[in-house]
C-alpha cells in the first residue's frame, strides 16, 4: 500500500465516530465474506416496470426537445460517446463499459466489485469515466427518440446495450457494482427506457436477463446502504431507486420493503439534506439540485403510479 493511500485512511478514520468505525468495519467482514459466495439470482420473468403515462408525455413533448432527442440517437447510432467534457474512442457496436477514456485502459470486470482500487489506483484514470458512461442516461434520450419517431431501429439499440450491460457486468463483478448510487441511477435509466419502448422490443430472453439484473440490484443495494458520513446524496439516490423499482415491479423479493424503506428513508433524509431556509444541507448547490432532483422524481413517480407518495 503506498503512503499517500495510508495517510488517505488516516484521515478518513480520524473524521468518523466511534459508531461509524464499527459500521465500517463489520461492512468489511461482509465484504469479505461476499467476495466468496457465489450469487445466483431468479431469472423468471416480472413485468418490466413502467412509469404510467410517461411515454404519453414523451410524444406530445416539443419539437425542439424531440430535435434534442434525436441528436443524441444519431451521436449514438454513430459510435460517438461524450461526458464529462471527454470523448470516447469511437465505439462502434456496442461500448466497451470497462473503458477509462484517457488512460486507454480497461477495469477490471472479472474480479469481485470490492476488491477493485478505484480509489486508490491512478493508473486506470479517474473512475468516474467509466461510472458516467455506464449511467446509461444516454439510453433515455436514444428512447425518447425511438418513441417519438416510431423507430425500431432506435429501440433495437437500447435493447441491445441493456443486454450487452447485463452481460458485460454480472452481479458484483467489476467497477460497476461498486457503488449504490451508480446502481441507483441504472435502475432509473433501465425504468424510463422500458417505459419509451414497445414491450414486443424485449425477446423472452431479454425479459429473464432483466429480471436477474434487477433483483441483483436490489439486493445490492440493501445489503450495503449508506450510512453515518455517506448518507448524504448517496442515500437519497439508492432510496429512491428502491422506492420506484418496489413500486413498479411488485413481482420482486421484497418489494413491499423497498417501497416502504424508500419512502421513509426519503421523508427522513429530505429534511436533513435540504434545510429549511432551503439550503442544501451538504453545501453544495449541486448536490441540492441532485438530491430535489430525485425527492421530485420519486414523488412524480409515485404519483403517477396513483399511490401514496412521499
Same mark, same amino acid.
Given at each position: 500500500? !503506498? ?23 463489520? =461492512? @468489511?467482514? !461482509? ?8 450469487? &445466483?439470482?431468479?431469472?423468471? $420473468?416480472?413485468?418490466? +416496470?413502467? /412509469?404510467?403515462?410517461? #411515454? ?19 451521436? /449514438? ?8 467534457? @471527454?470523448?470516447? +474512442? ?7 463499459? &470497462?473503458?477509462? +477514456?484517457?488512460?486507454? !485502459? ?13 480509489? &486508490? ?15 446509461? %442516461?444516454? #439510453? %433515455? ?14 429501440? !433495437? #439499440? ?7 450491460? /447485463?452481460?458485460? *457486468? ?15 441511477? @441504472? ?10 419502448? +414497445? ?17 441483483? &440490484? ?14 448524504? *446524496?448517496? #442515500?437519497?439516490? =439508492?432510496? $429512491? ?27 427522513? @433524509? ?15 448547490? $449541486? ?5 430535489? =432532483? ?6 412524480? /413517480? ?9
Amino acid at each position: 500500500m !503506498k503512503f499517500s493511500d495510508i495517510r488517505w485512511f488516516y484521515f478518513r478514520l480520524r473524521a468518523m465516530s466511534t459508531g461509524e468505525v464499527f459500521h465500517r468495519f463489520r =461492512e @468489511q467482514a !461482509k465484504r469479505t465474506y461476499d467476495s466468496r459466495r457465489a450469487f &445466483h439470482f431468479d431469472s423468471s $420473468t416480472i413485468a418490466l +416496470p413502467i /412509469i404510467p403515462g410517461l #411515454l404519453e408525455r414523451v410524444r406530445a413533448c416539443s419539437d425542439i426537445a424531440r430535435s434534442q432527442f434525436r441528436a443524441v440517437a444519431d451521436e /449514438i447510432r454513430g459510435g460517438r460517446y461524450h461526458f464529462l467534457g @471527454q470523448d470516447w +474512442p469511437k465505439m462502434d457496436g456496442l461500448p466497451d463499459w &470497462h473503458l477509462d +477514456p484517457i488512460s486507454g !485502459k480497461r477495469w477490471r470486470e472479472d474480479v469481485f466489485c470490492y476488491s477493485v482500487p478505484f480509489r &486508490h489506483n491512478r493508473d486506470y484514470g479517474d473512475v468516474k469515466y467509466v461510472w458516467e458512461l455506464n449511467r446509461l %442516461q444516454y #439510453l %433515455q434520450f436514444v428512447a425518447a427518440a425511438a418513441a417519438c419517431d416510431d423507430d425500431p431501429d432506435l429501440a !433495437k #439499440l437500447c435493447v441491445s446495450q441493456i443486454r450487452s450491460w /447485463i452481460d458485460a *457486468n454480472p452481479p458484483f463483478k467489476g467497477v460497476n457494482w461498486c457503488s449504490g448510487i451508480e446502481l441507483a441511477l @441504472q435502475i432509473v435509466s433501465f425504468i424510463v427506457v422500458f417505459s419509451l419502448l +414497445p414491450q414486443s422490443s424485449f425477446s423472452g430472453e431479454d425479459r429473464s436477463a432483466i429480471s436477474a439484473s434487477l433483483r441483483a &440490484h436490489l439486493f445490492w443495494l440493501k445489503r450495503y446502504p449508506s450510512r453515518y458520513s455517506s448518507a448524504n *446524496n448517496h #442515500l437519497i439516490a =439508492e432510496a $429512491t431507486a428502491q422506492f420506484i423499482l418496489g413500486l413498479l415491479a411488485s413481482e420482486c423479493l421484497g418489494a413491499r420493503d423497498a417501497v416502504e424503506y424508500g419512502r421513509n428513508v426519503l421523508n427522513r @433524509q429530505g429534511c436533513l439534506q435540504i434545510l429549511t431556509d432551503g439550503v442544501p444541507g451538504e453545501q453544495s448547490p $449541486t448536490y441540492g439540485a441532485f438530491v430535489a =432532483e430525485f425527492l421530485l422524481t420519486a414523488q412524480a /413517480i409515485a404519483l403517477a403510479a396513483g399511490v401514496k407518495g412521499l
